[in-house]
């Protein structure tokens, strides 16, 4: 019908995927806001739940609340004893006190409706690092869009965070048993409804049999499932049927895996896996191919939310899905651009924004909350502010030393174990913790030198050139640095968990359950901590 409609004007039909994928978007919307129409209240919990789908904010000091957390969400509009027409615009949350007291009392400010001023404010977690977080409030009288985000900037004084650093003699264990039986669980459900999904594509008649092929490359290279076992556990955790949260889960991975093939195209990475990157496999425009079919499938598994969750939460995650990606390729634009920039002078807070936006969201932050979203069974959207700000504190904290870790083992890890190649951050250029510590303590001549080498194109970088910069993040402690600082994180991290009482501590399988693992609640979160920092030593 639209090709019909395009030839009666005279128009060729676009080629180009990033249109359809556009009219794709829009088409997926309209339908489901046509659904809500027709039998979804406009007030039901499709409105209110999306008042956490933002991230962590926090009630300042303008005589509004009581300065304890919540997660911010949509303006509601609300009448005061005047008859003006209100509305409540998120502020700012205290992610914990300077004792470690995580707070959770809900609070919000009411404005003017009219008034669409942004809100900024600091966030301090423990003492280990504070935040300013911006939100942005949609410009029209009537717009009741989602209000998310626009800079999640994450900034930590550097001296507070070396002064809070607990000393760590010996690696912590975590339970291997729980861990190794969560994520290989994980392994076969998600990559059971992974390849059904892309077999049952397959076989519509007229599509093309060798592209399906490929995408079931990188989903089974033996990746960690540590995004969808995240969301099924805390689905679990919070009293939901673990089949339930499935195709989300899914969907989370093929997101990971169609992020892996374009981050490792704009890296120039050789190694994914333990096997090549794609692109140099099959040549770079068919793996930007690849991994643009990867996201349009993952549309796909979301949208059999519909008939396993309904309407109202199949919207709400779709909120939190669109929310991480944009945080994410946001993340990945600040990181490139300081690679071809070449910028120095950066500190851990600016390393931790990056982190923020890069991984914690769509790594720690989003499974969390959506498993939270698709578990709970309460239509009360007020049972789900404190919740939600919760694994969203416990989930950014994890997510920077997640990806604190994940830069070490790049420079100190095993490549077999590892499953890139070891010192690749330094081939790419890429500004880590680690080696901002490094430029940040050598000498001028010290650091005009390592930045010489950082702008020399990866092809060009030679061994002696990268084994420098190695032997100056010895010299000067960064390697020390970053253990402690992910350490001293995870800790915190730790903290948080406890405080989640909402979480059941274990959650059997129930009745009509048709779900093979026990361990995927509480348990694999509390053991994640660990793994996270202490995996692949």
């Given at each position: 019908?639209?090709?019909?409609?395009?030839?009666?004007?005279?128009?060729?039909?676009?080629?180009?995927?990033?249109?359809?994928?556009i009219?794709?978007y829009?088409?997926?919307?309209g339908?489901?806001?046509n659904?809500?129409?027709?039998?979804?209240?406009s007030?039901?919990?499709?409105?209110?739940?999306?008042?956490?789908?933002?991230?962590?904010?926090?009630l300042?000091?303008?005589?509004?609340?009581?300065?304890?957390s919540?997660?911010?969400?949509?303006?509601?509009?609300?009448?005061?004893?005047?008859?003006?027409?209100?509305?409540?615009?998120?502020?700012?949350?205290?992610?914990?006190?300077?004792?470690?007291?995580?707070?959770?009392?809900?609070t919000?400010?009411?404005?003017p409706?009219g008034?669409?001023?942004?809100?900024?404010?600091?966030i301090?977690?423990?003492?280990?690092?504070?935040?300013?977080?911006?939100?942005?409030?949609?410009?029209?009288?009537n717009?009741?869009?989602?209000?998310?985000?626009?800079?999640?900037?994450?900034?930590?004084?550097?001296?507070?965070?070396?002064?809070?650093?607990?000393?760590?003699?010996?690696?912590?264990?975590?339970?291997?048993?729980?861990?190794?039986?969560?994520?290989?669980?994980?392994?076969i459900?998600?990559?059971?409804?992974?390849?059904?999904?892309?077999?049952?594509?397959?076989?519509?008649?007229g599509?093309?049999?060798?592209?399906y092929?490929?995408?079931l490359?990188?989903?089974?290279?033996?990746?960690?499932?540590?995004?969808?076992?995240?969301?099924?556990?805390?689905?679990?955790?919070?009293?939901?049927?673990?089949?339930?949260?499935l195709?989300t889960?899914?969907a989370?991975?093929?997101?990971?895996?169609?992020?892996?093939?374009?981050?490792?195209?704009?890296?120039?990475?050789?190694?994914?896996?333990?096997?090549g990157?794609?692109?140099?496999?099959?040549?770079?425009?068919?793996?930007?191919n690849?991994?643009?079919?990867?996201?349009?499938?993952?549309?796909?598994?979301l949208?059999?939310?519909?008939?396993?969750?309904?309407?109202?939460?199949?919207?709400?995650?779709?909120?939190?899905?669109?929310?991480?990606?944009?945080?994410?390729?946001?993340?990945?634009?600040?990181?490139?651009?300081?690679?071809a920039?070449?910028?120095?002078?950066?500190?851990?807070?600016?390393?931790?924004?990056?982190?923020?936006?890069k991984?914690?969201?769509?790594?720690?932050?989003?499974?969390?909350?959506?498993?939270?979203?698709v578990?709970?069974?309460?239509?009360?959207?007020?049972d789900?502010?404190?919740p939600?700000?919760?694994?969203?504190?416990?989930?950014?904290?994890?997510?920077?030393?997640?990806?604190?870790?994940?830069?070490?083992?790049?420079?100190?890890?095993?490549?077999?174990?590892?499953g890139?190649?070891?010192?690749?951050?330094?081939?790419?250029?890429?500004?880590?913790?680690?080696?901002?510590?490094?430029?940040?303590?050598?000498?001028?001549?010290?650091?005009?030198?390592?930045?010489?080498?950082?702008?020399?194109?990866?092809?060009?970088?030679?061994?002696e050139?990268?084994?420098?910069?190695?032997?100056?993040?010895r010299?000067?402690?960064?390697?020390?640095?970053?253990?402690?600082?992910?350490?001293?994180?995870?800790?915190?991290?730790?903290?948080?968990?406890?405080s989640?009482?909402?979480?059941?501590?274990?959650?059997?399988l129930r009745?009509?359950?048709?779900?093979?693992?026990?361990?995927?609640?509480?348990?694999f979160?509390k053991?994640?901590?660990?793994?996270v920092i202490y995996?692949?030593?």
């Amino acid at each position: 019908m639209f090709e019909l409609l395009l030839n009666w004007l005279g128009l060729s039909p676009p080629s180009n995927l990033v249109f359809w994928g556009i009219l794709l978007y829009f088409t997926v919307w309209g339908i489901l806001l046509n659904l809500m129409f027709l039998g979804v209240k406009s007030d039901s919990v499709s409105d209110k739940l999306e008042k956490s789908t933002s991230s962590i904010a926090q009630l300042g000091e303008n005589g509004c609340g009581n300065g304890k957390s919540v997660v911010p969400f949509l303006p509601t509009e609300e009448t005061d004893s005047a008859g003006e027409l209100q509305s409540c615009v998120p502020q700012t949350i205290a992610v914990s006190n300077a004792n470690g007291d995580v707070a959770s009392a809900p609070t919000r400010l009411t404005v003017p409706l009219g008034d669409r001023t942004p809100q900024t404010a600091t966030i301090a977690v423990n003492d280990v690092a504070s935040a300013t977080l911006g939100d942005r409030i949609p410009d029209g009288k009537n717009n009741r869009g989602s209000i998310l985000p626009e800079d999640a900037n994450l900034e930590a004084d550097l001296n507070i965070v070396s002064e809070a650093i607990l000393p760590t003699s010996e690696p912590t264990q975590f339970d291997k048993t729980i861990i190794n039986q969560a994520l290989e669980d994980s392994r076969i459900a998600i990559g059971a409804k992974i390849q059904e999904f892309i077999g049952r594509r397959r076989e519509i008649i007229g599509s093309y049999e060798p592209l399906y092929d490929l995408l079931l490359d990188y989903p089974f290279r033996g990746g960690k499932m540590l995004r969808p076992t995240m969301c099924i556990s805390a689905a679990r955790a919070m009293g939901g049927m673990g089949q339930v949260a499935l195709s989300t889960a899914a969907a989370l991975e093929l997101y990971h895996n169609a992020f892996l093939i374009h981050d490792d195209i704009e890296d120039g990475s050789e190694s994914r896996r333990g096997k090549g990157t794609l692109h140099h496999n099959i040549g770079i425009p068919r793996a930007i191919n690849v991994g643009d079919a990867t996201n349009v499938l993952a549309v796909g598994l979301l949208l059999e939310n519909l008939s396993a969750i309904g309407v109202t939460k199949t919207l709400n995650v779709l909120h939190e899905i669109e929310f991480m990606a944009r945080q994410s390729v946001e993340g990945q634009a600040m990181e490139l651009d300081w690679v071809a920039e070449n910028t120095q002078n950066l500190s851990d807070r600016d390393y931790f924004k990056m982190c923020v936006k890069k991984t914690c969201w769509y790594s720690f932050m989003t499974p969390c909350r959506i498993g939270l979203i698709v578990g709970n069974s309460s239509a009360n959207p007020q049972d789900l502010v404190e919740p939600l700000a919760g694994v969203t504190r416990f989930g950014m904290i994890l997510g920077i030393a997640f990806q604190i870790q994940d830069d070490l083992l790049n420079l100190v890890g095993d490549m077999k174990a590892y499953g890139k190649e070891i010192g690749g951050d330094i081939y790419e250029g890429k500004r880590t913790l680690m080696l901002n510590h490094a430029i940040a303590h050598s000498s001028p001549v010290e650091s005009r030198r390592m930045l010489e080498i950082l702008a020399t194109p990866r092809p060009e970088k030679t061994p002696e050139q990268v084994e420098f910069v190695m032997e100056k993040m010895r010299q000067y402690g960064s390697i020390e640095h970053g253990w402690a600082v992910a350490r001293s994180l995870a800790q915190k991290a730790a903290q948080i968990l406890d405080s989640l009482d909402f979480m059941e501590p274990k959650t059997p399988l129930r009745p009509g359950e048709k779900w093979q693992t026990p361990v995927h609640d509480r348990r694999f979160l509390k053991e994640l901590i660990n793994y996270v920092i202490y995996r692949n030593l």
